[in-house]
């Protein structure tokens, strides 16, 4: 069983940025995928930005590409993602989910296990 804590999230103005933090205990994450998930009042969970085990291989969905970049740091079983360039419509409850399998995958139901989540708001 591995526990997922995210953090960082918070009401920030358009244009600014965030970091959150996702901190995984009771299991390494050094062999997990990780991604990250946001939802919205009224929308289905969507995969921001995933990342393999090593940190080599990424992906950062369309809407966010270029202002999202998602990190790891497997020594301290923490996965990150900065966000720049806020918008309104990045408004969601962010949720970090962890995958035991080699492959990089973006459904929600790939993931095993997920945080509680974090609420992200920006203001226009």
């Known amino acids: 069983q591995v526990q997922l804590e995210e953090s960082g999230g918070g009401l920030v103005q358009a244009g600014g940025s965030l970091r959150l933090s996702c901190a995984a205990s009771g299991r390494a994450l050094s062999r997990a995928v990780m991604g990250w998930f946001r939802q919205a009042p009224g929308k289905e969970r969507e995969c921001v930005a995933a990342i393999n085990w090593s940190g080599i291989n990424t992906y950062v969905a369309d809407a966010v590409k270029g202002r999202f970049t998602i990190s790891r740091d497997n020594a301290k079983n923490t996965v990150y993602l900065q966000m720049n360039s806020l918008k309104p419509e990045d408004t969601a409850v962010y949720y970090c989910?962890?995958?035991?399998?080699?492959?990089?995958?973006?459904?929600?139901?790939?993931?095993?296990?997920w945080g509680q989540g974090t609420q992200v708001t920006v203001s226009s």
């Open positions: 989910a962890a995958d035991y399998t080699p492959v990089l995958r973006f459904k929600t139901s790939d993931y095993d296990y």
